[in-house]
Each structure stands twice: as structure tokens, then as C-alpha cells.
T-cell receptor, first 115, second 112 residues
Framework: DGGITQSPKYLFRKEGQNVTLSCEQN?????MYWYRQDPGQGLRLIYY???????QKGDIAEGYSVSREKKESFPLTVTSAQKNPTAFYLC??????????????FGPGTRLTVT | QKEVEQDPGPLSVPEGAIVSLNCTYS??????FMWYRQYSRKGPELLMY????GNKEDGRFTAQVDKSSKYISLFIRDSQPSDSATYLC????????????FGDGTTLTVKP
């Protein structure tokens, strides 16, 4: 089955600790994205990458870091510098040069709770 | 001011009702308009897509885009309890540009 996997589904951390969220896709998509979703709010873009070893900051990149060493993988690290890290994190991917390049495919999300 | 504003809801309707979900936007460069459906605690999935102005119909769903008014709508006919979800509008200027801008979502509940 092709798709996007995010692990774990639920994650709990103590304040001050860095945590890495996993995102893997086997769709052979070029671009990958990380979004944050808070209750009653839409998706806010954290980082995105259109090609291996390259990525761009989104609207709320402060306190987060990413890497794109492989086409299939785009892990997100939530650092201790992120002031309010508790949220639902969604990973997405997209094929750039196709007739359906407008469509983003989303993973199931990781709910991070920091106390 | 946000680039994309979505009617906040929540919306609660009886089964069989016609539902109208709406978004307005300010960026005249937007050409690609999407509606995503998100069930509770799940990732969004693409429901409808429209390029530029016009209407698009898919079963009980109709997407409308009015670029002159910078206004888009999603209509659901004969709504079902299984339509209960959060609906997110999304827009982008170019499909290869990388980014889409999302509305905040409208949560719909269809009561049997």
C-alpha cells in the first residue's frame, strides 16, 4: 500500500527536551511538508522541501528543524526553543510535475504533548 | 489580516439538508482551489479541486469559485451523518510553487 506514515501517533515529552517526529512516504513524491494544527485553527506550514538536501522555512519555522537526506523521509525536530510545542503535527507530500500536482497527501498525524 | 478567511462554524444540520461552506481570500494570484475533508484525529484528504473560476460537481458535492469576488464555496446536497467532519479550503498560486494556504476549517455535524 502506498502512503505516508507518521510515528508515533501520540508522543509525550517533558519541557526542555528535543523530540523528533518521523515522516516516511513510499509514493515517490518530490515535495514534503510539515504542518502544525491547533484546535480551531487551520494548518500552519512549518517547513517544506521540494528536493533532497534542500528545504524552506514556512510561516512558523522558529523552534523547529528538519532534514531531507532521502526522498522518502522528512523528519521534524521540535526543539526546546519552541515556546508552545503541544499540537497535532501533520506531514504531507506532493508530486510536483504531474497533472495532479495540486494535491497534497497527508499522513495520519502525530499528537505531541509537552508538559 | 489572513490571506484566506473561512466561515468559522461550527455548523450543525439535520440529515438531508443542503450545506454551504465558504471561504474568502485576498491574494489575486491564487488560481488553484481545493477543499479537504478531515475526520476527527485524522489527516485531511482532498475532496474537490477547481482551477480558476467556475463550478465543479462530484456526486453530492459542488465546488464553486468566483475569482471576481475572491470567494469560494462548497455545497453538500442530501447531507449524511458520514459527512460530519472538518472541511478546510486551500489555495495556491502555482501548482509547482510548493505552498498552499489553508483556511482555519469549518466543523460540520450532520444529525440523523
Amino acid at each position: 500500500d502506498g502512503g505516508i506514515t507518521q510515528s508515533p501517533k501520540y508522543l509525550f515529552r517533558k519541557e526542555g527536551q528535543n523530540v523528533t517526529l518521523s515522516c516516511e512516504q513510499n509514493l515517490n513524491h518530490d515535495a514534503m511538508y510539515w504542518y502544525r494544527q491547533d484546535p480551531g485553527q487551520g494548518l500552519r506550514l512549518i517547513y517544506y522541501s521540494q528536493i533532497v538536501n534542500d528545504f524552506q522555512k514556512g510561516d512558523i519555522a522558529e523552534g523547529y528543524s528538519v532534514s531531507r537526506e532521502k526522498k522518502e523521509s522528512f523528519p521534524l525536530t521540535v526543539t526546546s526553543a519552541q515556546k508552545n510545542p503541544t499540537a497535532f503535527y501533520l506531514c504531507a507530500s506532493r508530486r510536483i510535475y504531474s497533472d495532479r500536482s495540486y494535491e497534497q497527501y497527508f499522513g495520519p498525524g502525530t499528537r505531541l504533548t509537552v508538559t | 489580516q489572513k490571506e484566506v478567511e473561512q466561515d468559522p462554524g461550527p455548523l450543525s444540520v439535520p440529515e438531508g439538508a443542503i450545506v454551504s461552506l465558504n471561504c474568502t481570500y485576498s491574494n489575486s494570484a491564487f488560481q488553484y482551489f481545493m477543499w479537504y475533508r478531515q475526520y476527527s484525529r485524522k489527516g485531511p484528504e482532498l475532496l474537490m479541486y477547481t482551477y480558476s473560476s467556475g463550478n465543479k460537481e462530484d456526486g453530492r458535492f459542488t465546488a464553486q469559485v468566483d475569482k471576481s469576488s475572491k470567494y469560494i464555496s462548497l455545497f453538500i446536497r442530501d447531507s449524511q451523518p458520514s459527512d460530519s467532519a472538518t472541511y478546510l479550503c486551500a489555495m495556491s498560486a502555482h501548482t509547482n510553487a510548493g505552498k498552499s494556504t489553508f483556511g482555519d476549517g469549518t466543523t460540520l455535524t450532520v444529525k440523523p
